[in-house]
């Protein structure tokens, strides 16, 4: 990997060793994101100010460093982890939200928590409904990097939906404002929707302005058992076609609530132990949500084995804890996992459970899957021992069949997560030549010398072949 000390010493002249570090400290910590392969970087840089970042960028142009944004680091595909060593633009520090409750917009730095924004808008009678499980520890630039979703995307939509405005710097070390504070806005090339999802690849986000919602009066949540998983996804595609529409509808197929119940030591539904199960979560006005809950309740009970319905928040979160355990629990079943958080259209749910009870007969691996049915993101989680050579191969071979699958069911490879590094030797079974083709073209045309997140995407990375790190993060089997 090539030096850049001589740029490096010419940054920290210009901008102080105090921005500009060095120690083994600051590039170990820099050194890796939650895909827990480390490159290290040469130096990280913590900027004070736009003109810090202005600076940084022209540098690292003029002298073809390369540059990779993070935040806190909280990305599952390597896609804020330094390959191409060089410098970490570090935003974390850059936390500033402003919320104008006349508008209905939120005024955000790269660096601000997700669950800070929820909480701050929602103090002022407002809504931003992204909400990824790391929301408590993620940072609003990597959700604009990755695109990210959650639980409320099938009803309300994802980061994109939200966002007005960006500001923040071209490759080049220009500063640049893609769209305004306004609720329309049509002047030119829509660059702002090019900014999300790109990873980081294409600029670097500084400030986000955030559309927000009234807040919902009023939810009210059910947890329903079903006999198996095309069981369930039938029942949901049917309470769908009533035009139902929950801000919530996740599912947990049935090895994933078995982790729960053997976690917690208790069973979701006495007497149908080990049953998938779909938690559903109605918002808005009062009378809507009494409108949709007799729907609801009728569907329950045609449909399920047996439901539970909450009579006040206190019960609601006491449902809500088979799918906080899940995820963490299914380390019993092995000490490694390839968490792929594919998309699958409801047309095909039942092909997919098929599928996926027959790639668990080849791999020999157990493969829990849950998520969320109101947009068809599923996580399907390939948990193997990572000592073990046999099972390494499993997983390998077993991510292979289902990124190829999914695509055969008109799918996508990821849903929210990104690319990145563990995704990259996929990207071309979800895009043709041609396509790959317009990407890289757009790279080319606003980063010409490739200094941002090199390697990333269009380089394909065999992730099951590199040694990841045995540590744990404060995020981890959320």
Known sequence: MKSHAAATRLLRRRLGAKIVQSTDQALAAAAFDSLKIPFLPEAVIFPRHHADIGQVLALANAHRVPVTVRGRGTSLTGSAAPRRGGWVLDLVGWKGIRVDAESGMAFVQAGAKVADIHRAVEAKGWFYPPDPSSREYCTIGGNIAC????????????????????????????????????????????????WIGSEGMLGVVTDAVLKLIPKPPARWTLLCAFRD?????????????????????????????????????????????????????????????????????????????????????????????????????????????????????ARNYAAFARFLDGLRRESALPIPTFGHLGDGNLHVNIMYRRANPAERKAAEKAVQRLMAKVVELDGAISGEHGIGLAKSPFLRLQHSPAQVKAMRAVKRALDPRGILNPGKIFEPFEVWRHRRLEIALPWDHK
């Open 147 to 194: 695109n990210a979703g959650g639980m409320h995307g099938g009803k309300y939509g994802v980061t994109r939906d939200f966002v007005l405005a960006l500001r923040g710097f071209l490759p080049t070390g220009e500063y640049v404002e893609w769209g305004t504070a306004t609720k329309k806005f049509s002047a030119g090339f829509n660059l702002r929707d090019l």
């Open 229 to 345: 998983e095309v069981a369930a996804f039938a029942a949901v595609r049917g309470l769908f076609a009533q035009k139902v529409q929950p801000s919530i509808c996740e599912f947990l197929d049935r090895y994933s609530v078995i982790c729960a119940e053997r976690k917690t030591k208790t069973t979701v539904f006495p007497g149908q132990a080990g049953k998938p199960v779909v938690l559903l979560e109605l918002a808005g006005s009062a009378s809507e949500v009494r409108a949709q809950k007799r729907q609801v309740l009728a569907w329950a009970r045609k449909e399920a084995l047996a439901f539970r319905a909450a009579r006040n928040r206190e019960e609601a979160e006491k449902l809500w804890d088979v799918r906080r355990k899940c995820s963490g629990a299914m380390f019993e079943l092995g000490d490694s996992k390839l968490n792929e958080d594919i998309v699958v259209p």
